[in-house]
């Protein structure tokens, strides 16, 4: 039982209640944000099906037991971007679109926004959340915050 819980990151005692516990949600924004995102990743999905695109290899290829310094050196690799081609940008906005374009030849659906949806009334806080990710074998999210990057409010991602 105490392996069932900690795969499924599930406190212990919750599997003893007669009911599961309501839990409130402490960023509605994130959650919105999520949801949005997934339809996205879900669409491109497709998308990526439908015209022969292959998995992409590199996801699910690390273990939460992984040690980070390796994964880290993987994924600088697979990106090709490791500290000389980051020196090679003259200014740190320079670096983060050639992240952004190299994550996305990857096939990584790269998200920034500033905003849930394209609601400007509805901004996201850097204090709840920064960024996360989603994976999938077709169609690996990664989403940030625009204003963390300190970039316009926009929503970034390429279809290739």
């Known amino acids: 039982m105490e392996a069932f819980a900690k795969a499924n990151f599930v406190p212990i005692g919750y599997l003893f209640l007669s009911k599961p516990p309501v839990e409130q949600i402490p960023i509605p924004d994130l959650l919105d944000v999520i949801y949005l995102c997934q339809r996205r990743q879900a669409w491109y999905r497709d998308f990526a099906r439908s015209v022969g695109e292959e998995p992409r290899g590199y996801v699910g290829s690390a273990r939460l037991d992984s040690p980070v310094e390796l994964v880290a050196a993987q994924m600088r690799r697979a990106l090709d971007f490791d500290l000389d081609q980051r020196r090679e940008c003259p200014i740190w906005t320079d670096a983060l679109r050639r992240f952004i374009e190299q994550a996305e030849e990857l096939g990584v659906l790269v998200m920034v926004s500033g905003v849930v949806g394209s609601n400007n009334q509805r901004k996201l806080d850097p ?18 915050m625009a204003r963390i990057l300190r970039l ?7 279809m290739s």
């Open 127 to 144: 204090k709840d959340f920064r960024g996360f990710a989603l994976a999938d074998d077709m169609a690996p999210l990664y989403s940030s």
């Open 152 to 158: 316009p409010k926009c929503s970034l991602w390429r």
